[in-house]
Nanobody, 125 residues
Framework: QVQLVESGGGLVQAGASLRLSCAAS????????MAWFRQAPGKEREFVAA????????LYAESVKGRFTISRDNGKNTVYLQMNSLKNEDTAVYYC??????????????????WGQGTQVTVSS
């Protein structure tokens, strides 16, 4: 069992930056991977970024590539999402997810086994 807790969301103006954190606790796996998804009101949940816990491989959605950076701190069991140059369309609830045993990174939510409660990010103009 894994518990995930997101934090760091808030209300910012377009062009600003935010850093989201996802703290993981409970059982971990040697081939675990972590990801960020987001969901805007009335929209489906969409992939943002993923990182392999073991080897640090990274995957980004095209919509955030060059603006967002996913990273990890193994000692703190924490994954971060640094978001720069935020746009109105980035407004969403951001969710942290974990995959127990994947050796590759996935863009689909169904591949992930554990989810956090979400943190709201609102970008205003």
């Amino acid at each position: 069992q894994v518990q995930l807790v997101e934090s760091g969301g808030g209300l910012v103006q377009a062009g600003a930056s935010l850093r989201l954190s996802c703290a993981a606790s409970g059982r971990t796996f040697s081939r675990n991977s972590m990801a960020w998804f987001r969901q805007a009101p009335g929209k489906e949940r969409e992939f943002v970024a993923a990182i392999s816990w073991s080897d640090g491989k990274i995957l980004y959605a095209e919509s955030v590539k060059g603006r967002f950076t996913i990273s990890r701190d193994n000692g703190k069991n924490t994954v971060y999402l640094q978001m720069n140059s935020l746009k109105n369309e980035d407004t969403a609830v951001y969710y942290c997810a974990a995959d127990r045993d994947s050796v590759v990174l996935w863009r689909t939510a169904r591949e992930y086994d554990y989810w956090g409660q979400g943190t709201q990010v609102t970008v205003s103009s």
